[in-house]
């Protein structure tokens, strides 16, 4: 078994949702999943390896497969093939993966992810509705939802799913353009138009040699810079 002192991801969870986990099994898990990215990259056991990757992978299956049901129900895509795709960029991620860049492996992925499933929408971005709300105003207001994997992939409504993920193609080319494909920026803002709590974002994006409260600050004025570069596109005319 692979060991940091720490133990598996199934045994920090108990089987629990992340909606049920406490914040402790929360941070172990990332920390958890974090550890086995770099022995994937690092080791040069090959039973080392293949046991990091399987036990990632494990670990990233719920958020795979909401993704998988929330755009393949009502969409006309086929499921095996963005499941593929998806597999396909869990494994880039681990090579991508950087441990001294200040994101942890689980939101990597997510916004890596996330960018899979727009590429299935380039082609409606016209049709988006540009008078949707782009940012929550309340960033501490709690989701809504009453269901999450246990990864904290909120799973919507699939009736709904389409227009939200037309917005969401929107909001990440904004987020590139506002922030100039800075990354950690751009996880803050897709976390954020996903209903995450502030709380949440500031965990996903710290590392351990970070303070919280200035990481709560960087958030709260990534969300305001944002919204001010969406409302002055919006006077202009440009979305």
């Given at each position: 078994m692979?060991?940091?002192?720490?133990?598996?991801?199934?045994e920090i969870t108990e089987g629990k949702t992340f909606k049920q986990q406490t914040q402790v099994q929360k941070d172990q898990v990332r920390e958890r999943q974090d550890f086995l990215a770099c022995t994937y990259q690092d080791t040069d056991n090959q039973s080392d390896r293949d046991d990091a990757f399987l036990e990632l992978f494990d670990s990233m299956q719920a958020l795979i497969e909401s993704k998988v049901r929330r755009?393949?129900?009502?969409?006309?895509?086929?499921?095996?093939?963005?499941?593929?795709?998806?597999?396909?960029?869990?494994?880039?991620?681990?090579?991508?993966?950087?441990?001294?860049?200040?994101?942890?492996?689980?939101?990597?992925?997510?916004?890596?992810?996330?960018?899979?499933?727009?590429?299935?929408?380039?082609?409606?971005?016209?049709?988006?509705?540009?008078?949707?709300?782009?940012?929550?105003?309340?960033?501490?207001?709690p989701t809504d939802s009453d269901s999450n994997d246990s990864t904290g992939e909120v799973i919507p409504d699939p009736a709904t799913s389409y227009d939200d993920t037309l917005n969401e193609v929107l909001i990440d080319q904004l987020a590139k353009d506002c922030f100039d494909n800075d990354l950690k920026k751009e996880t803050v803002i897709h976390m954020n138009s996903q209903g995450f709590k502030r709380s949440e974002i500031v965990r996903a994006i710290k590392n351990d040699n970070t303070n919280e409260d200035s990481l709560a600050k960087y958030v709260n004025r990534t969300v305001n810079n944002f919204r001010s570069y969406c409302v002055n596109l919006n006077k202009l005319n440009l979305i």
């Open positions: 692979l060991t940091n002192n720490q133990s598996t991801i199934n755009h393949s129900l009502d969409q006309g895509i086929d499921p095996e093939e963005l499941r593929g795709d998806l597999y396909e960029e869990l494994v880039m991620c681990l090579e991508r993966f950087d441990r001294n860049g200040g994101v942890p492996f689980v939101a990597l992925y997510r916004q890596y992810s996330h960018w899979v499933v727009t590429t299935y929408f380039k082609g409606n971005v016209k049709n988006v509705d540009t008078n949707h709300d782009f940012m929550n105003v309340e960033l501490d207001k």
